[in-house]
């Protein structure tokens, strides 16, 4: 079972980034999946998640209006578009997927948005 994310970067205050999460190894179109986000000496936070049946999405206040999460169930990927990036949104960011209790984590990938 894998979760590997990508797109990270160092990007200017108001540019975009797209985050990618690739599964392997479990039945993806079956879990819930989520973006979680931590910051150096915060907590990790939830930033987006998107329902298995439906493909209904919910975003932390913070980005909703900003970041896009939507999932390609063919492909087994789930992507995070973020655009009017913000200094504090500086952080290193987790892929999630949960079952019915079962959760895997991706090693994250980190983001920096720095002038």
């Known amino acids: 079972v894998q979760l590997v994310e990508s797109g990270g970067g160092l990007v200017q205050p108001g540019g975009s980034l797209r985050l990618f999460c690739t599964a392997s190894?479990?039945?993806?179109?079956?879990?819930?999946l989520s973006w979680y986000r931590q910051a150096p000496g915060k907590e990790r936070e939830l930033v987006a998640h998107i329902r298995s049946v439906g493909g209904s999405t919910n975003y932390a206040a913070s980005v909703k209006g900003r970041f896009t999460m939507s999932r390609d169930n063919a492909k087994n990927t789930v992507d995070l578009q973020m655009n009017s990036l913000k200094p504090e949104d500086t952080a290193v960011y987790y892929c999630?997927?949960?079952?019915?209790?079962?959760?895997?984590w991706g090693q994250g990938t980190q983001v920096t948005v720095s002038s």
């Open positions: 190894g479990f039945t993806f179109s079956g879990y819930d």
């Open positions: 999630n997927a949960v079952r019915f209790g079962v959760e895997y």
